[in-house]
């Protein structure tokens, strides 16, 4: 149905605009209306105040999201577009950017649409707008929220310079599947790395106010378990227990909703039979009534029409209808709250309370937003044009991607570079290809603009010989014509760099893969340089834990670098010649074997632990059932030595906190950085418990031969727990603390929580 809308003349604008004015005392500037005052309160008001001048439609357009489309044949729709815009048929759009292009959208909407409600503009942003940052796997290896905060701080400083107010960021979804390509988008497998970084990264983006003009609104997603999809298929089922919700999945948002996020996307799964953009339980009454959740909640691509799909609504009507009361506020891009709520509601099948209330969330974000106050306050073409690529920018690039790159083996010290070297074969098509330095999701990234591993190789040593051979075409190319020459250039070289992995397009969204062995001939390729007898160095790039094996038993250095972002050539060159000294861990279990998924490390213990001497015991007869590096694992060029754990008393009460502390000893010859990791066991609880869960970590320098105490503080916080009431609990007894610079070298100590009467 095709909704027909009148214009009102400008005298009801004018009165309209005159009665708000008077009625909050506003101000102008720039001649655009200024509410006055920023409480709850005077927001409500204000919010109420545009209510309820808004007919029913004006009201669905605001519920309503298109996309913008930027190709030379898509003018007709470009122009249908402005068109509803002023008939207050659009109340936001996503996959816009650039301040000409927003500037005459949020024009057509305030001055020519009839209540002047200004568009909001998202895109998505996920590591970086212009300057692009390491993908979120990788910088969640850095074990540095900061460094998630000052990315995310910089993206929205680039985006809101380029005219947007609204980013599809964080995604806070944790999997335990590398399989799913969208592992790459989050922190990883554990819920309290990914918290951490979940919230660094909102208030990286929203900053201290949300209508300064250089912070955006952050849109926490997948609302919930999208990485529990089953086969690591995208957009596929998840069949999880409410414990896995509680313990696993829904934490990072919880996270961030304390950290005052300001929306929530739902996401393409179903849950035990209800699809998320249905599921009032989980949106309504979880997000919003237990956790008090008072932001907005927008759909995904096209969630709202494939309820039709998922066989849970007979038609369209019925879509929206059951999306908009799980909580689902806008709609976007499936055309269906604007073009079937009105009659649902004429028809009494939908009530209008439920649309007005999503009608003030979106209000109130435009008003946080700082756009009733002035809605052009983002579209500066100057500050455009400063601030975009800006070499202050680059530089943190390049240094929170160094801080991404786990050194995953180094024999013999092979690594950093001998600064004395003379020639050097880099090998690999990845070494020149921007693109996927870049890393999927890359925003308004150029391939061009990113500096690639043979660049930043050849910057580094300006005095080596450098030869280059591509050695594969592609990463999942079967082509073997390349290897002859690969191999004459290492035989020429005194070492030789070896890039394989996976392009960037083989992660992300719909980039799932069955296996996780290095794509197409690349292990062939490694096999036939290693023959060369040269010293070989892989560099990685890739999207997801990789079974390299063969890489592991026979290549004496390997380092992950991910795929790190618009510096990504220096970072990787500044490891390799040893200017920077690697200390990223893995925030993700490799396997050996994608047989092995899932694999994670805060898994339960079972009845049957594995037990490689016992045969009725859980574990594979054709492969071991440890991982290839476990979670929390990064080699550095120096060693540290853990010593003296202490805790300052073995019993604690539940208002009481318990220090923990440990000694960590540099015992190499360079200075380093390294991540100290606590976890804590509960060793028996009403329900059971993981073998072990991440409760706290510290990323610290130590200059060789310098040592450091370094403190935790345990509270009744860390211990708990779901019961089999699903209530948050602690229960006394014995837990164990295990502290270490990764998931399985820790020491050990134990501590008993004691009831209080
Ligand atoms: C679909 C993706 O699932 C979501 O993460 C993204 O924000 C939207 N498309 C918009 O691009």
């Known amino acids: 149905?095709?909704?027909?809308?009148?214009?009102?003349?400008?005298?009801?604008?004018?009165?309209?605009?005159?009665?708000?004015?008077?009625?909050?005392?506003?101000?102008?500037?720039?001649?655009?209306?200024?509410?006055?005052?920023?409480?709850?309160?005077?927001i409500g008001s204000f919010v109420d105040s545009i209510l309820v001048k808004m007919t029913l439609e004006e009201k669905l357009g605001q519920l309503n999201q298109y996309r913008w489309v930027w190709g030379?044949?898509?003018?007709?729709?470009?122009?249908?577009?402005?068109?509803?815009?002023?008939?207050?048929?659009?109340?936001?759009?996503?996959?816009?950017?650039?301040?000409?292009s927003t500037r005459e959208l949020q024009r057509i909407a305030v001055e020519e649409s009839r209540l002047g409600i200004p568009l909001l503009l998202a895109f998505d942003v996920i590591h970086g707008f212009r300057t692009i940052f390491p993908v979120p796997l990788a910088e969640s290896a850095s074990?540095?929220?900061?460094?998630?905060?000052?990315?995310?701080?910089?993206?929205?400083?680039?985006?809101?310079?380029?005219?947007?107010?609204?980013?599809?960021?964080?995604?806070?979804?944790?999997?335990?599947?590398?399989?799913?390509?969208?592992?790459?988008?989050?922190?990883?497998?554990?819920?309290?790395?990914?918290?951490?970084?979940?919230?660094?990264?909102?208030?990286?983006?929203?900053?201290q106010d949300l209508a300064a003009s250089n912070t955006v609104l952050a849109c926490a997603k997948h609302f919930v378990a999208y990485g529990a999809a089953e086969g690591g298929r995208d957009y596929n089922t998840a069949d999880i227990s409410e414990r896995s919700l509680r313990e696993i999945y829904l934490p990072p948002f919880q996270s961030v909703i304390n950290s005052d996020v300001a929306t929530v996307m739902a996401s393409f799964n179903e849950i035990g039979g209800v699809p998320m953009h249905a599921n009032g339980w989980l949106i309504n009454d979880v997000m919003r009534r237990e956790w008090g959740f008072n932001g907005l909640v927008i759909s995904d691509f096209t969630g709202v029409m494939e309820l039709l799909h998922h066989g849970i609504a007979a038609d369209s009507t019925q879509a929206g209808i059951n999306a908009i009361s799980a909580g689902v506020d806008i709609d976007m891009v499936s055309n269906i709250y604007l073009t079937k709520l009105?009659?649902?509601?004429?028809?009494?099948?939908?009530?209008?309370?439920?649309?007005?209330?999503?009608?003030?969330?979106?209000?109130?974000?435009?008003?946080?937003?700082?756009?009733?106050?002035d809605p052009y306050r983002y579209q500066d073409t100057n500050r455009e044009k400063q601030l975009l690529l800006h070499s202050d920018h680059l530089k943190a690039s390049r240094e929170v991607a160094r801080q991404s790159i786990?050194?995953?083996?180094?024999?013999?010290?092979?690594?950093?570079?001998?600064?004395?070297?003379?020639?050097?074969?880099?090998?690999?098509?990845?070494?020149?290809?921007?693109?996927?330095?870049?890393?999927?999701?890359?925003?308004?990234?150029?391939?061009?603009?990113?500096?690639?591993?043979?660049?930043?190789?050849?910057?580094?040593?300006?005095?080596?010989?450098?030869?280059?051979?591509?050695?594969?075409?592609?990463?999942?190319?079967?082509?073997?014509?390349?290897?002859?020459?690969?191999?004459?250039?290492?035989?020429?070289?005194?070492?030789?760099?070896?890039?394989?992995?996976?392009?960037?397009?083989?992660?992300?969204?719909?980039s799932n893969r069955s296996t996780l062995d290095l794509p197409g001939v690349q292990q062939d390729l490694a096999q036939e340089i290693h023959k060369t007898g040269k010293p070989l160095v892989v560099v990685l790039m890739n999207g997801r834990p990789l079974s390299i094996n063969w890489l592991d038993q026979n290549v004496p250095a390997i380092l992950e670098t991910w795929f790190l972002g618009s510096q990504m050539g220096h970072a990787v060159a500044d490891?390799?010649?040893?200017?920077?000294?690697?200390?990223?861990?893995?925030?993700?279990?490799?396997?050996?074997?994608?047989?092995?998924?899932?694999?994670?490390?805060?898994?339960?213990?079972?009845?049957?632990?594995?037990?490689?001497?016992?045969?009725?015991?859980?574990?594979?007869?054709?492969?071991?059932?440890?991982?290839?590096?476990?979670?929390g694992y990064g080699l550095s060029y120096t060693t540290f030595a853990y010593k003296n754990l202490n805790l300052n008393k073995n019993q604690m009460v539940?208002?009481?906190?318990?220090?923990?502390?440990?000694?960590?000893?540099?015992?190499?010859?360079?200075?380093?950085?390294?991540?100290?990791?606590?976890?804590?066991?509960?060793?028996?609880?009403?329900?059971?418990?993981?073998?072990?869960?991440l409760r706290n970590f510290k990323r610290i320098h130590l200059r060789a031969g310098e040592m450091k105490r370094v403190s935790f503080k345990i509270s009744a916080e860390d211990l708990q727990f779901y019961n089999i009431a699903m209530k948050n609990v602690v229960e006394p007894g014995f837990f164990k603390v295990y502290v270490g610079g990764n998931s399985v070298d820790l020491l050990e100590k134990r501590f008993e929580l004691v009831a209080t009467k």
């Not at 470009?78 to 996959?95: A, C, D, T």
């Not at 439920?354 to 756009?371: N, P, Q, T």
Request: charged content about 20%.
């Open 575 to 631: 490891v390799l010649v040893g200017h920077y000294n690697p200390g990223g861990k893995l925030p993700v279990t490799f396997p050996r074997s994608v047989g092995q998924i899932p694999i994670y490390y805060n898994h339960k213990n079972t009845g049957r632990p594995p037990d490689k001497d016992i045969v009725w015991t859980s574990k594979y007869i054709d492969i071991d059932w440890t991982p290839l590096y476990p979670f």
């Open 406 to 510: 786990v050194l995953l083996k180094n024999e013999n010290q092979i690594l950093p570079l001998n600064n004395n070297i003379q020639s050097i074969a880099v090998i690999g098509a990845l070494a020149t290809d921007g693109r996927s330095s870049l890393g999927s999701w890359h925003g308004a990234g150029r391939s061009e603009e990113a500096i690639t591993v043979l660049q930043g190789i050849r910057d580094a040593l300006p005095g080596c010989a450098i030869k280059f051979a591509e050695g594969y075409t592609t990463p999942q190319s079967q082509d073997k014509t390349r290897f002859a020459k690969a191999v004459e250039i290492a035989q020429q070289s005194e070492a030789v760099i070896l890039v394989l992995g996976e392009s960037g397009a083989m992660s992300g969204e719909a």
């Open 72 to 100: 030379e044949n898509e003018e007709p729709i470009r122009q249908q577009y402005r068109e509803y815009i002023k008939e207050g048929k659009i109340g936001s759009f996503l996959g816009i950017f650039g301040v000409e």
């Open 342 to 373: 009105k009659q649902a509601i004429e028809k009494k099948e939908l009530p209008i309370a439920i649309v007005d209330e999503a009608v003030r969330r979106v209000l109130k974000l435009k008003y946080r937003a700082g756009l009733f106050e």
């Open 654 to 693: 539940k208002t009481d906190t318990l220090d923990v502390s440990v000694e960590v000893h540099n015992t190499g010859k360079v200075d380093g950085d390294e991540v100290v990791q606590l976890y804590i066991q509960d060793e028996v609880g009403s329900v059971t418990r993981p073998v072990k869960q």
């Open 1 to 42: 149905m095709n909704i027909q809308f009148t214009r009102q003349p400008s005298l009801f604008r004018l009165l309209f605009v005159f009665a708000v004015f008077t009625f909050f005392n506003l101000t102008t500037v720039s001649g655009q209306l200024v509410p006055n005052g920023s409480s709850n309160a005077k």
């Open 143 to 207: 074990w540095e929220p900061a460094n998630a905060e000052k990315s995310a701080r910089i993206a929205a400083i680039e985006a809101a310079a380029s005219g947007l107010h609204w980013t599809f960021a964080p995604m806070v979804d944790i999997t335990h599947d590398p399989r799913w390509g969208r592992i790459i988008e989050g922190a990883g497998e554990d819920p309290y790395l990914g918290s951490q970084m979940a919230a660094a990264r909102v208030r990286g983006f929203q900053g």
